[in-house]
């Protein structure tokens, strides 16, 4: 078998087999496959699709060219719930407590953040002392014991999605839904769990911008996944503006606690409750409207909290700052963004907010850069909310005055203030199961 064939093949709109999808991923993760030849075939995929069954191969190839975490040492429903990147996500912070506390075992590996978008890892250890770098015994063991463990990927997780996705980062083809359903499902096939409920972004925070599209991209996933012998559900949800009212990583942690207490953000709080309830649902086939009473109760009799101070403690972290969370890191500056007319926001761009954060060092350009876990943004109004002039519309935090000005200056250009309330977009689109 020659790659010099398979991109010719494809090149000319011709379905790949599963041996010479399979030969691709495995030799081009062995660096037997150059660079050149690997993009020409990404560009000739790109440009000429694949389908259902292709992309279920590849999935599956690239979910093989590392380790499969076998979760059979745990005992009980297994259960993951993977989002496709937002700005001030921080539901899985909630799911995961409000599912472990109700049995699910919660066996979770997550990312960290690059570009506008956050990562749940970076968030966890802006707590004192959290570890997000556990060993696979100690994993299991946790998870047995507490139904919870949340840490960061394992450096052998599908490896041919890494390298195969850092060269379409860099030749354009990024924007296919069978590469990138691809991408995200072979890491949650790699990572073991038996049921999976995806968050799927659509906004201007999101890569996909409309909910035509991302609704394309969760029924994709969703296939997959039920190929694979996964029980699937996906959410397609709004990112057009930020999901609850604080950006940045301690600041969003704040706002989980607020929301265990069953307090905070109306609309952060229902999203948590739907993610929730629809993990349960799958997992233990209940009813839905049973699955979200049993969640809510889980906020309402404090279930849920205990249960993310019992992860903090297992995992080295200080759960006093769960208690207490005006001791987890803050910054010694902050910049008050002011309305300057009268009238409605008219919309909040979630890229722009979240590009103003990473200025202030909440999140990275590149992997190489250093957080300030006390970063961020909180907004104080967001889209259809009336402002008067003067009224506070977000405060910025950073260390320094220089970070201030430069993420005032492109914070100042997310949101618009019309005459007219503008209608109000819904937080929720669809369930895909």
Not at 162 to 167: N, S, T
Request: proline share 2%; net charge negative.
């Amino acid at each position: 078998m020659r790659i010099y064939d398979i991109i010719a093949k494809k090149r000319d709109g011709q379905k790949l087999t599963k041996e010479e999808i399979d030969f691709f991923v495995q030799e081009y993760t062995k660096d037997n496959i150059e660079d050149y030849q690997a993009s020409a075939l990404l560009m000739a995929t790109f440009i000429n699709g694949m389908d259902e069954e292709e992309t279920v191969n590849l999935t599956e190839s690239m979910a093989r060219s590392g380790d499969m975490l076998d979760l059979s040492p745990i005992d009980g429903i297994t259960a993951d719930k993977h989002s496709t990147g937002g700005v001030g996500d921080k539901t899985s912070l909630v799911v995961a407590p409000i599912c472990a506390s109700l049995g699910v075992k919660m066996a979770k590996m997550s990312g960290r953040g690059l570009g506008h978008t956050g990562g749940t890892i970076d968030k966890l250890e802006s707590i004192e002392g959290y570890n997000t770098s556990i060993d696979t015994d100690a994993f299991f063991k946790q998870v047995n014991e507490i139904g919870i463990a949340l840490i960061g990927q394992t450096g052998n997780l599908a490896p041919a999605d890494k390298k195969i996705y850092a060269l379409r980062d860099v030749t354009a083809t990024v924007g296919n839904i069978s590469l990138i359903a691809s991408s995200i499902m072979s890491k949650k096939i790699a990572a073991g769990a038996k049921n999976i409920v995806l968050d799927v972004k659509c906004g201007s925070g999101a890569f996909m911008k409309d909910e035509e599209s991302a609704t394309q991209l969760a029924e994709t996933m969703v296939k997959i996944g039920k190929k694979c012998g996964r029980n699937m559900a996906a959410v397609i949800t709004n990112m057009d503006i930020p999901l609850g009212a604080n950006v940045g990583n301690a600041l969003e942690i704040k706002e989980v606690v607020d929301i265990l207490n069953n307090k905070g953000d109306e609309q952060l709080r229902e999203l948590c409750l739907v993610l929730s309830a629809t993990i349960l649902s799958i997992s233990y086939n209940w009813n839905y409207k049973e699955a979200y009473k049993k969640a809510e109760n889980a906020l309402v009799d404090g279930s849920a909290l205990n249960k993310l101070k019992e992860l903090v403690s297992a995992q080295g972290g200080n759960a006093d700052m769960i208690d207490n969370p005006d001791l987890l890191p803050e910054c010694k500056k902050s910049l008050e963004i002011l309305a300057h007319e009268n009238g409605y926001i008219q919309s909040i761009d979630s890229k722009i907010v979240g590009d103003s954060a990473v200025l202030l060092g909440a999140g990275r350009e590149k992997k190489s850069d250093t957080i300030d876990y006390g970063a961020g943004i909180v907004l104080y109004k967001k889209t259809c909310d009336e402002v008067k002039i003067g009224d506070t519309i977000a405060i910025l935090y950073a260390e320094d005055d220089k970070r201030l000005k430069n993420a005032e200056k492109l914070f100042n250009t997310s949101f618009k203030i019309g005459k007219e309330k503008p209608e109000m977009k819904p937080l929720i689109y669809k369930t895909i199961m």
